[in-house]
């Protein structure tokens, strides 16, 4: 099984960078990743908040396919603690899915072609995070699930 995290315009802090870079190649050692950076929508803040999710409904519509099985991450999903989360993607693991195809929105979350397309939904976290901060934390949480599944001591530290 392949996973896939897609998400939306480029990073400018070197500290989210790092973190993402690490976790990405942590995460080389159990599983076939690819995170997918989208191109941002252009002059952005001139959308209102409608229009804009519109926009990156679009974009993200050109990476997706029909059998690709689409998890979003959003605030309004199902809350795992690292244990279940380990569980839920063995499960997934487990199944006959050739991909699963996480995806992080903007700032105004998704549209509503996005939600109907999205067979589940994941969130962190009660509390709110800038897109950019959940790429490091839904990495570390997938990789800290790649290590609970093999007994690695990551977790407990």
């Known amino acids: 099984m392949k996973i ?3 998400v939306i315009g ?3 802090d070197k500290y989210v960078e ?3 870079k690490l976790f990405e190649e942590r995460l080389t050692h159990y599983c076939n990743f690819e995170l997918k950076i989208l191109p941002g929508v252009r002059k952005a803040q001139k ?11 679009e974009i993200i519509m050109r990476y997706v396919k029909k ?3 689409i998890i979003l991450l959003d605030e309004t999903g199902k809350d795992y603690t690292s244990i279940e989360f380990s569980s839920y993607i063995n499960k997934k693991n487990l ?4 991909k699963i195809v996480f995806i992080i ?4 979350g998704f549209s509503p072609l996005i939600y109907q397309m999205a067979k589940e939904r994941i969130s ?5 995070f800038s897109h950019q901060m959940v790429r490091i934390f839904f990495l570390e949480q997938l990789y800290r699930a790649f290590t609970i599944l093999n007994d690695e001591p990551y977790h407990n530290f």
Do not use: F, R
């Not at 199944?95 to 050739?98: F, G, N, P």
């Not at 962190?124 to 709110?128: H, P, Q, V």
């Open 124 to 128: 962190l976290s009660k509390m709110t």
């Open 105 to 108: 929105g903007g700032a105004y």
């Open 95 to 98: 199944s006959s899915m050739k």
């Open 67 to 69: 059998e690709d099985y």
């Open 47 to 57: 959308y209102a908040p409608a229009n804009l999710i519109q926009q990156e409904a």
């Open 4 to 6: 896939e995290l897609l």
């Open 18 to 20: 790092q973190g993402v």
């Open 10 to 12: 480029k990073n400018n």
